[in-house]
């Protein structure tokens, strides 16, 4: 069965870099959220998407901004990346607001 | 104080015993799931609940929503359970309902 995809898996960028993840939702799921989980602490809620739209914010940081495109899939894109941004970014998807998590695997973000 | 707290935070069994993992939470939710996540690894959503029992395999999860309670049971456990596993609650407050809020989760490990 099709899982979450997220891309790249791994990811060196420098400081001050840009840095784009994607999330490709389960068929027919609607809803896209990421987290992101720093190392050794708990996922923290960055952002989410029902239907192309914003549908919650969390904890994202004003250099971060993401959209859901027209085939569900969402991209996280970073600006002046700094060290404390190394962490993994995971997303999930659902379909509409209620329905189960699915997760996807993560991206590994390493900024150096 | 956290929202979602779990106990133990590190668990150490031998191959064969049964294991049993807690969480309670503070807010009013609408579902809780248990997560398993190895190490360096992705998240692998295992149940979500609402009320009641749910059993898959060896793995067993109950809630009980007037006390703001969930366990989750591995019966016979095995090396390969190793693993931390997470309870995250998706919560109402403020109208939101889709993100979910992360316990710090328990980190077990299953000896042979």
């Known amino acids: 069965a099709a899982g979450v995809i997220q891309s790249p898996r791994h990811l060196i960028k420098e400081k001050r870099e840009t840095a784009t993840l994607k999330c490709y939702p389960i068929?027919?799921?609607?809803?896209v959220y990421w987290y992101q989980q720093g190392p050794g602490q708990d996922p923290q809620f960055l952002i989410s998407?029902?239907?192309?739209?914003?549908?919650d914010k969390g904890s994202i940081p004003d250099r971060f901004s993401a959209q859901q495109f027209s085939d569900y899939h969402s991209e996280l894109n970073m600006s002046s990346l700094e060290l404390g941004d190394s962490a993994l970014y995971f997303c999930?998807?659902?379909?509409?607001?209620?329905?189960?998590?699915?997760f996807g695997s993560g991206t590994r973000l390493t900024v150096v | 104080k956290n929202e979602v707290e779990q106990s133990p935070q590190n668990l150490t069994a031998q191959e064969g015993e049964f294991i049993t993992i807690n969480c309670s939470y503070s807010?009013?939710?609408?579902?809780l799931h248990w997560l398993q996540q190895h190490p360096g690894g992705g998240i692998v959503s295992l149940f979500m609940?609402?009320?009641g029992k749910k059993k898959h395999g060896r793995l067993i999860a109950t809630i009980n929503i007037q006390e703001k309670h969930s366990s989750l049971h591995i019966t016979a456990s095995h090396p390969r359970d190793s693993a931390v596993y997470i309870c995250?609650?998706?919560?109402?407050?403020?109208?939101?309902?889709?993100?979910?809020?992360f316990g710090t989760g328990t980190l077990l490990a299953v000896q042979p």
């Open positions: 999930a998807s659902s379909l509409r607001v209620s329905g189960p998590y699915t």
């Open positions: 068929p027919r799921h609607d809803t």
């Open positions: 998407f029902y239907e192309k739209m914003q549908s």
């Open positions: 807010v009013g939710i609408s579902a």
């Open positions: 609940l609402s009320s």
């Open positions: 995250a609650v998706r919560s109402v407050a403020g109208g939101a309902t889709n993100k979910l809020i």
